[in-house]
Nanobody
């Protein structure tokens, strides 16, 4: 099973963007899926996560601005990002745990700039 992130791009401050994480197989087999990000010079950090049951959690820095959700029919997990600011600039990676194994997808670049 592979994960692939899509949807990054350049957006102005205050703008919005939705990222997609598509799994090559069923996401039903993933107990947990999440988005992380890596900004230049910073460590990888957790952004948002969702369990197989639909429970979600968010980093404090994105609460109220980001929403993670899943479409099981499309085997895809999304993160809807709004009120973006320059501190949100990073490579966003999707992550999943399947049968105790960690899976990382290739990232997608999000740049917030005027």
């Amino acid at each position: 099973v592979q994960l692939q992130a899509f949807g990054g791009g350049l957006v102005q401050p205050g703008g919005f963007l939705t990222l997609s994480c598509a799994a090559s197989g069923s996401i039903f087999s993933f107990n947990f899926m999440a988005w992380y990000r890596e900004a230049p010079g910073k460590q990888r950090e957790f952004v948002a996560g969702i369990t197989i049951g639909g429970n979600t959690n968010y980093a404090d820095s994105v609460k109220g601005r980001f929403t993670i959700f899943r479409d099981d029919a499309k085997n895809t997990v999304y993160v809807q990002m709004s009120s973006l600011n320059v501190e949100d600039t990073a490579v966003y990676l999707c992550y999943g745990v399947r049968y105790g194994i960690n899976y990382w997808g290739k990232g997608t670049q999000v740049t917030v700039s005027s």
